[in-house]
């Protein structure tokens, strides 16, 4: 079976003034669709730079990135952003919830963008299976964090990404709301096959993937 | 999202708004009193009741005004043309009243009265001396005078009389002070001729330019078409010149407003570009931003200067102000273009944010 994402040597070098950093220094990866990877390593090794270019949020600067059949060498920025709008779903560590919304509208927003239109039976779906439809009229900051997260999740899934790219998910949780937010990510991954690639410091996090990646110095160095 | 991120800073889109709103009501309240002053003078040079008016060589068909006036007695050879039934020599004085221009007519009442049918008294009666005045009834009530008061017009006059408003000016004293004050004995800024009937305006018209080919002559109706067809070339530059700098006022305003939105917005910029919005979309997402300040701006400022114009009414009624719905449109339009032109930038520099630095910004 074709996988879902293959890299083979891929690279990124940042300029930062006249300085160049090697973030990625020649990453092969393959991950099968439903499968749910954990990214883990030290700060700076390139977890987040690797999640940020099979996002299609930054173009590589040499190798090969082959996400669901698309080669994003071959892809320009605008062919990116249409192949994110259809195909990833991010969560972030710090929710990334637009604050002048209210949780419906941060959820609704996605499907506007994506320009499918509102699917209410899907909306109903996933609030209710993150238990957050009772809170859809509050603004973010009237929100705890794990209820942050879990809208921030809601967003993510509610276009029925193929891939959900998750940086740290509990990275600004206590341990209970971190498990609460694993939970559902485990729940995503059976139920419904998602494939999720998920960044993290946490081992115990770690845990609940499928399969762990580890990372450093911008190479994979054990899975 | 656009109505949530202009309530979410709500003084900066109170100065937002006002900005567009002062613009817009700038350009109608400037356009609106100066075609006000225009077509109110058009209207009482109409109600003076010639058919015909005659000015000198080159001067401005716009309040008559030149520095060489005519020699009277042409007054005695208008008389003589075929369909001529009246003449009247006018001296213009230009006077202003709390910086409201007035053009103080100098006539003479007999011929004067043979044009025009003469002044509804409204109190006193006409001219007793050379230093009587008349005010019209409008002038009178906006500046408190009472008959038999002393009014200043450069000299003291004696107020002798109030009349209806409506025949050429608001202040009117005898030709002969008015040719004294300003040095120009047997002098007048303009003859207004009265034909046998209006239907023999243009043969009248066609003798005047035989008798004084180089004079300004003009049928009542075309002076009415020209001052009232909101075109004059003398006024275009002034207009042009106040509309642009209401325009820029508006421009700068929102550029800066949306600049700092862009700024203050750079982290949920890249969130919406994580989620997949186009370039095209996060230009849109600001320029109905910029577009909704805008749409209420207007309608503050069409409001505002609804009410503007009605406080200038009344506390100042010699001052007409026309508000037309054709500039009102117009001042939205120029609103809503140097808007949508203002926030275009920061729209644009908004759209080539780099996705993981937006979303690294603090």
Redo the contacts between chains.
């Keep these: 079976m074709e996988p879902l994402i293959a890299t083979q040597d891929l690279k990124k070098v940042y300029r930062v003034g006249k300085v160049e950093v090697h973030a990625l220094r020649g990453v092969d990866l393959v991950v099968q669709e439903g499968e749910f990877v954990a990214v883990v390593g030290p700060s700076g090794c390139g977890k987040s730079t690797l999640l940020?270019i099979l996002?299609g949020?930054?173009p590589p600067t040499s190798g090969r990135v082959l996400v669901d059949g698309n080669d994003f060498m071959a892809m320009s920025d605008?062919e990116r952003?249409?192949f994110?709008?259809?195909k990833?779903g991010?969560v972030?560590q710090r929710y990334?919830?637009?604050?002048?919304?209210t949780a419906r509208?941060n959820i609704r927003?996605?499907q506007h963008?994506?320009g499918n239109g509102f699917n209410p039976h899907r909306f109903a779906m996933v609030t209710e299976m993150l238990g957050i439809a009772d809170k859809l009229n509050r603004k973010p900051y009237a929100l705890s964090g794990g209820e942050q997260q879990r809208v921030a999740i809601a967003?993510a899934i509610i276009c029925e990404p193929k891939i959900l790219l998750a940086d740290e998910p509990t990275g600004n949780l206590d341990s209970e709301n971190s498990q609460i937010v694993l939970n559902m990510l485990r729940t995503l991954n059976r139920t419904f096959r998602q494939t999720i690639l998920m960044i993290t410091h946490n081992p115990e996090a770690a845990a609940v993937a499928d399969r762990i990646v580890r990372m450093r110095d911008g190479r994979i160095v054990g899975s | 999202m656009i109505v949530e991120n202009v309530l979410h800073r709500p003084i900066r889109t109170l100065v937002s708004i006002l900005a567009v709103a002062i613009e817009v009501g700038m350009v109608m309240l400037v356009v609106g009193m100066t075609h006000g002053l225009l077509n109110e003078y058009a209207k009482r040079v109409e109600g003076v009741g010639a058919d015909v008016m005659i000015q000198p060589p080159n001067a401005s068909f716009f309040f008559g005004l030149s520095s060489a006036p005519m020699p009277v007695k042409i007054a005695d050879r208008l008389a003589e043309l075929p369909h001529v039934l009246a003449v009247t020599p006018v001296l213009f004085q230009s006077y202003s009243t709390g910086g409201v221009p007035i053009i103080v007519y100098g006539i003479d009442m007999p011929s004067w009265n043979r044009v025009t049918g003469g002044f509804v008294y409204l109190q006193g009666g006409p001219f007793r001396g050379p230093n009587d005045i008349l005010v019209d009834d409008i002038y009178a009530r906006d500046n408190h005078i009472r008959l038999g008061q002393t009014l200043n017009v450069y000299q003291d006059f004696q107020v002798v009389g109030i009349v209806e408003h409506g025949k050429g000016s608001r202040l009117f004293i005898p030709l002969a002070t008015a040719q004294d004050m300003a040095g120009a004995h047997d002098k007048a800024s303009i003859f207004y001729v009265k034909c046998v009937d209006p239907a023999y305006t243009d043969s009248v018209i066609a003798s005047v330019r035989q008798l004084l080919p180089n004079y300004t002559v003009l049928s009542i109706k075309q002076f009415m078409t020209l001052v009232t067809s909101n075109d004059l070339p003398a006024l275009t530059a002034f207009i042009t010149a106040l509309i642009a700098v209401a325009v820029c006022i508006g421009f700068l305003v929102i550029f800066l407003s949306m600049y700092t939105t862009i700024t203050e917005r750079t982290r949920e910029i890249g969130i919406l570009k994580s989620l997949g919005a186009s370039k095209a979309y996060i230009i849109q997402v600001i320029l109905r931003e910029a577009a909704l300040l805008c749409l209420v701006g207007i309608v503050a400022g069409i409001v505002g200067t609804i009410v503007a114009a009605r406080v200038i009414q009344s506390s100042f009624p010699t001052i007409s102000v026309d508000l037309t719905p054709l500039w009102g449109l117009r001042a939205a339009a120029l609103a809503l273009a140097g808007a949508l032109l203002g926030a275009f930038y920061p729209a644009f520099r908004a759209a080539r944010l780099d996705p993981v630095d937006a979303l690294a910004y603090e």
Excluded: E
């Design positions: 940020h996002g949020l930054t605008a952003t249409r994110r709008r259809h990833i991010f972030f990334n919830l637009l604050p002048t919304l509208d927003i996605a963008i994506q967003r």
